[in-house]
C-alpha cells in the first residue's frame, strides 16, 4: 500500500491515501465502520490515467475519533464535503462502493451541484426494506449447513495453536464467505475489520430511509451502477436505484459483493469506460 496521510476535517484526523494522476476520482469505501484496505489491490487498477483518492471515513481504520464525537450519516457527507474543499475541487467524481455507494447518492442529494459523475458498485440498498432483505439473504448464506460445518472443523482443528495466523485469516475468510459467488475466492478479499459502533450509530442515523423519489433530482449528474449477479444484495435494489437516476446498469456475472475481486478484469473495464481518465480506456 502506498503511503498515506492524515487531513483533519471537522474536528476528525481522516487517513488519506492517493493513487496514481490525472483526474481525481473520490473513492468511498463500505461498511459503516470498515476502511479502504479491502478495497485493495483491486481499485487500484483503475488508477490508469487518473488520481484515485481513498480515505478512511471518520471511526473507521486509522482514522479513529472519540467515543464522544458524532457519527451519523450528515457526518460522512459533511466529512466529504470538508474534504472536497480542502482538496481545491469544485465538483467530485464519486466511486462508491457498497455503504460508499449510498453515502455517495446522500452526498449527491446534499450537494448536487458539486457532483460531477457518480460510479456505484454493489450500492448499499436506496431504502430500508431492500436493505432489510439483503441482512436476511446474508444471514441465511451464512448458516448455510456447508459453511457451518467448514467453521466446526475449523475450530474442532489444531490451527489455532499451530499457526495463529493463519487461524485468524481462515476465520475472516468464513465470516465473509456469504459475500461471494465462489467461496473460494474469500481467500483473495484483503482483511479488515468493523468498528461496531460506528456501523451501528450510522444505520441508526438512517432509521426508515428511503431515497428513491429524492434520485429522480439527480437524473442530469451522469452516473452508472454496477451490480454483481450473486450479490447478497438483490438485483431489484441496483435495478430501482438505477432506473431512478436514469443510469445504466451493468450486471457482472458469476461474481458476488465483490467484483473487483471475482472478475477484476469486467470490474475494471466497466468502469474505465465511464470514469474520467488520460488514457483511451482500450490502452489503459
Not at 460445518?149 to 465470516?175: G, I, K, N, W, Y
Not at 475481486?261 to 483511451?280: H, K, S
Amino acid at each position: 500500500m502506498a503511503e498515506g496521510t492524515q487531513r483533519t476535517v471537522r474536528g476528525a484526523a481522516l487517513f488519506e491515501r492517493r493513487v496514481g494522476s490525472g483526474p481525481p476520482v473520490a473513492v468511498l469505501h463500505g461498511g459503516p465502520g470498515a476502511s479502504f484496505d479491502y478495497l485493495l489491490p483491486g481499485f487500484d487498477a483503475l488508477a490508469a490515467g487518473r488520481m484515485l483518492i481513498y480515505y478512511d471515513q471518520r471511526g473507521g481504520g486509522r482514522s479513529p475519533i472519540p467515543r464522544d464525537q458524532p457519527v451519523g450519516w450528515r457526518d460522512h457527507v459533511a466529512d466529504l464535503e470538508a474534504l472536497r474543499a480542502a482538496w481545491g475541487l469544485e465538483q467530485l467524481t464519486i466511486l462508491g462502493y457498497s455503504w460508499g455507494g449510498l453515502l455517495a447518492q446522500l452526498y449527491a442529494i446534499e450537494h448536487p451541484h458539486r457532483v460531477a459523475r457518480l460510479a456505484l458498485v454493489c450500492p448499499a440498498p436506496s431504502w430500508r426494506a431492500a436493505r432489510d432483505e439483503f441482512e436476511r439473504r446474508f444471514a441465511e448464506r451464512n448458516l448455510a449447513p456447508a459453511v457451518q460445518a467448514e467453521r466446526q472443523r475449523l475450530r474442532e482443528s489444531d490451527l489455532r495453536v499451530r499457526d495463529p495466523a493463519a487461524f485468524q485469516r481462515r476465520m475472516f475468510e468464513l465470516s465473509v464467505v456469504a459475500y461471494f459467488h465462489d467461496p473460494a475466492k474469500a481467500r483473495d478479499l484483503t482483511p479488515f475489520r468493523v468498528v461496531g459502533r460506528v456501523q451501528e450509530e450510522t444505520w441508526r442515523s438512517l432509521d426508515d430511509y428511503d431515497l428513491r423519489a429524492q434520485l429522480e433530482g439527480l437524473r442530469g449528474i451522469p452516473a452508472l451502477l454496477l451490480h454483481g449477479a450473486d450479490d447478497p444484495i438483490p438485483l431489484y435494489a441496483s435495478e430501482e436505484t438505477a432506473r431512478r437516476l436514469g443510469a445504466p446498469l451493468q450486471v457482472i456475472d458469476r461474481s458476488g459483493h465483490c467484483p473487483h475481486v471475482e472478475r477484476p478484469d469486467a470490474f475494471a473495464g466497466l468502469l474505465d469506460g465511464f470514469l474520467p481518465g488520460t488514457l483511451d480506456p482500450a490502452t489503459a
